[in-house]
């Protein structure tokens, strides 16, 4: 409650019964509750209203009419049953209860522990696996059938097959289908069956009855032979509410042996249905197809026109051709003679002016000519100027004012007189010639 609502909410009755309940579906799984039947109620929708209680405790129980095709005896106070229930509250009344799923004779515990086991052994297994399940064939040759010759669900399984499919031959493989040791002979019938091989598709079959008639059905014999079987294998033990290990490793599991019967082959009448279905439906299709055709001879019988009337249409359409081809012709002539009057004009107005271009040549030439000798007199001073320039800057020039230039034995310049060491030869050029000299001392100018 502390994690759903604050502790300063206040709520209402119906806020906390129904949150009670949702916490208890939540949190609790389905369980396996014994105890003694008191205050059996069977109301008048068919739900039965009842407490469970031992020495010290009891909780009120609902089992709906649904589920109570399931039990196998009658229910009334003071037996003691076992219960796969749900807990629940009832929120109307606050009442806390339990939904059962299913009821059973207390006692019956161990053999429902055992089926469990062997469930969880098989399945891990892979026995129960859904993609090794064999597809089943829609018009079995032949139709095998294990069960007991005496049974009441072989009778049913003849009859339906009968009226399904009467031409399809029935063997039966005897076996019992109850007490000790009825598993491992409904193994051998599935063996054999696997071994001859001469049906399509076999059916395992018996009529309902309590958890101990069926149990052989949950032998290891019997689901080991089912899971080797070469042939398809359509499970129908007892009732529909009935399950057995049989059902699990089956190709298909029906509810009832009828309903096996009715899956193992494709009725007759429902063949004929389907034929009569394609057929309809291939007769329409047929149909439509010659009126789409039919549609389109009428638009093309539309279409067609008698020669005589056609070329009648082709020469009007000529006429009416021509007449526009000359019409065309007449204003194309007419618009390239006025291009032809237009350019002529412009021709003779563009005609040269011989005596008028040659004055305006011999202006251009002296034009020309002026600026010509003002460009060279200008580039002239300024390249003096340049020359003089350079003069100046000519090293030539400067040594021949008594400066000289001293290079070390590579003819590197020497800039500073740290890049000289005492006796080192040094090359000094003058404005007339070079001299070799020696290094005797060094002397520096303070910075």
Known sequence: MSELYSQSEVLSVSQVTRTIKSLIERHFPEIWVRGEISNFVRAASGHCYFSLKDDSSQARCVLFRSRMVAADFEIANGIEVELLATPSMFEKRGEFQLIAQSIRKSGLGRLFALYEEQKRKFSAEGLFDASKKKPLPRFPRKIGVVTSKDAAALRDVCKTLADRAPGVPVI???????????????ADAVSLAGERLEVDVLIICRGGGSLEDLWEFNSEE??????????????????ETDTTLVDFVSDYRAPTPTAAASAAVYSVNDVNLELQRLLGGLVKK????????QQHLDYLNRRLIHPGKRNALYGVELNRLATRMNGLVHRLLRRQEFRVTTAGVKLRRARPDGA????LIQDW???????????LNQFQGRLSGLNSSLSHLDPEHVLSRGYAIV????GDILRSTKL???????????????????VAAKRSRAS
């Open 286 to 293: 047929v149909k439509g197809k010659i009126d789409v055709r």
């Open 407 to 410: 290079r070390n034995k590579k």
């Open 356 to 359: 008028r271009s040659l004055e």
């Open 420 to 438: 000289i060491a005492i006796d080192d030869q040094v090359t000094v050029q003058l404005h007339d010639g070079e001299l070799e000299a020696w």
């Open 172 to 186: 039966i493989y005897h076996s019992p289908v109850q007490g000790v040791g009825a598993g491992k002979k409904l």
């Open 365 to 375: 030439q002296k034009r020309i000519h002026r600026g010509m000798v003002a460009t």
């Open 222 to 239: 019997l689901v080991r032979a089912i899971a080797g079987c070469p042939i398809p294998v359509v499970s129908g033990v007892g009732h």
